[in-house]
């Protein structure tokens, strides 16, 4: 089965703070997706990675960054953390060669920032 | 106007019965056809694929796309209160390469013992 996970369930951190979240696949997947989930707009795309060290804009980009320096691993970064941040951080991950377009998530991250 | 549409919800119903999730599109690119079950606390996992048109069936669940419409739907027959979920259809041009997903907000579904 591959597993997608994430390094904290919940995290509550402070305006300006500087935020890490982490996410581990375990199935050598090529791409890496982190999305944001807020009620009544669903999932939107941060940033997505096609490969180590390769990383594209998504949807709503501004205020975060990523980092992939390993091919299981794929890192989001809140510079500056702000309120309007507060939302469910959820990260995929997609086996390219699959023949489908199935992205596998992770449990997600519920961030608070106060 | 959003490109995937999807009722919230909540849509509540007795256990047995036969439950209908849709979602409309605007994009007739779309092609590969997702929908995903999320429980609460955690991520998305995929329930049902189906490519361009028809239905495909994987027992108690049936998955439909009409492309003339637009309109996808989601059929749980003799539902259970395990079934009780959020529901996300999810959509692509294409599936080879990197191709964005694009959801639906998703419809929480309540079934009641």
């Known amino acids: 089965d591959v597993k997608v996970t994430q390094s904290s369930r919940y995290l509550v951190k402070r305006t300006g703070e500087k935020v890490f979240l982490e996410c581990v696949q375990d199935?050598?997947?090529?791409?890496m997706f982190w999305y944001r989930q807020d009620p009544g707009l669903g999932l939107r795309l941060i940033y997505f990675?096609?490969?180590?060290?390769?990383?594209e804009k998504g949807d709503i980009p501004e205020g975060y960054s990523v980092s992939r320096e390993k091919k299981e691993r794929f890192s989001l970064i809140l510079e500056s953390a702000s309120t309007n941040q507060t939302s469910m951080y959820l990260c995929?991950?997609?086996?390219?060669?699959?023949?489908?377009?199935?992205?596998?998530f992770g449990p997600g991250t519920r961030l608070t920032v106060l | 106007q959003k490109e995937v549409e999807q009722d919230p919800g909540p849509l509540s119903v007795p256990e047995g019965a036969i439950v209908s999730l849709n979602c409309t599109y605007s994009n007739s690119a779309f092609q590969y056809f997702m929908w995903y079950r999320q429980y609460s606390r955690k991520g998305p996992e995929l329930l049902m694929y189906t490519y361009s048109s028809g239905n495909k069936e994987d027992g108690r669940f049936t998955a439909q796309v009409d492309k003339s419409s637009k309109y996808i739907s989601l059929f749980i027959r003799d539902s259970q209160p395990s079934d009780s979920a959020t529901y996300l259809c999810?959509?692509?041009?294409?599936?080879?390469?990197?191709?964005?997903?694009?959801f639906g907000t998703g419809t929480r579904l309540l079934v009641s013992p």
């Open positions: 199935m050598d997947h090529e791409n």
């Open positions: 995929a991950s997609r086996y390219l060669a699959g023949g489908y377009n199935e992205q596998f």
């Open positions: 999810a959509m692509s041009e294409r599936n080879t390469g990197f191709q964005k997903l694009v």
């Open positions: 990675s096609y490969d180590v060290k390769m990383k």
